[in-house]
């Protein structure tokens, strides 16, 4: 007979401020992380994730704002000024398959992959709201084409798919909208390399990478037209690519996981359907 203390986590879920920690959360014995965080610029309320393998949920500050069972992760958190909401991207697991899902603020009212159930496994990584034509919710990510697999690149617009990328193996990790346009970063695996692409709707518009090496890619935003992108690419390098081009090469090892463009023009939802967007 002894006694024991449950084992602290080595890592737990925390976002900051600067360089001040604001908020943490531990889930209970197990590691977890924070995959994402938005902030409401009228509140300065901070929503932000608590992640694990196989647990998925949405914070509020310090308090618990979408408390989601296990079999679900969270890639991506967007704040909607226009419906002043919080949205997060990732998936639920049915089975041993995982579904794509959209949670809206802390309801368990989602959008779900129309593929919900039917075996084709699928996930979400990005979501964004688009003012125009009633605030649709557009989201990206895979969705598997067989039960077996052939995952190939996907949008979905308000839970029905919009566009399908025609290149088996291709993943939709982050996305913008511009001028009626639909714009995703992601990759295609090639020869166990990931080929970074943009895709506009659904038709390839840059390829930045080759398969010589691999690469990975993290963030795209558009700004008046002008598509730029971050990830890395050779020797593990951080880029930003703009439009098509390399902007900017780091040349050290790292990921550039975000982004935002420091313009003149203002930043408020509006720039995507290009109310906008002035010289």
């Known amino acids: 007979i002894g006694l024991g203390i449950p084992a602290e986590p080595l890592f737990r879920s925390r976002s900051y401020k600067n360089d001040t920690k604001l908020y943490e959360q531990a889930l209970g014995s197990l590691d977890n992380t924070s995959t994402a965080v938005v902030v409401d610029p009228s509140t300065n309320d901070v929503y932000w994730t608590r992640c694990n393998e196989t647990y ?5 500050n310090g308090d618990v704002l979408l408390d989601n069972s296990q079999n679900t992760y969270i890639y991506n958190l967007y704040w909607s ?10 998936y639920e697991k049915e089975g041993d398959k995982k579904y794509a899902v959209v949670w809206e603020n802390g309801s368990s009212n989602h959008y779900m992959a129309p593929n919900f159930g039917n075996g084709k496994e699928s996930v979400a990584y990005d979501v964004i709201i688009v003012p125009e034509n009633g605030n649709y919710t557009y989201y990206c ?3 598997n084409q067989t039960t077996s697999g052939t995952p190939r690149a996907t949008i979905w617009k308000a839970g029905e798919v919009l566009y399908t990328i025609p290149a088996d193996n291709s993943y939709a990790v982050s996305m913008d909208f511009y001028n009626g346009n639909v714009y995703t970063a992601g990759y295609v695996m090639s020869g166990g390399n ?10 390839e518009l840059y390829t930045l990478t080759d398969a010589s090496a691999n690469a990975d890619v993290y963030k ?4 008046c037209g002008d598509v730029y992108v971050a990830g890395w690419g050779t020797s593990r390098n951080q ?6 081009e390399v902007l900017s090469d780091m040349s050290y090892g790292g990921a550039t996981r975000g982004l935002d463009v420091n313009s003149t023009r203002s930043r408020s939802e509006e720039r995507r359907v290009g109310k906008e967007c002035r010289s």
């Open 220 to 223: 795209i935003k558009i700004d």
């Open 81 to 90: 000024t226009y419906r002043n909401k919080v949205y997060a991207a990732g």
């Open 239 to 244: 880029f930003i690519w703009k439009n098509g």
């Open 141 to 143: 990510g895979y969705a």
């Open 194 to 203: 990931k080929v970074v692409k943009v895709w506009k709707n659904d038709t």
């Open 56 to 60: 998925g949920d949405v914070f509020k």
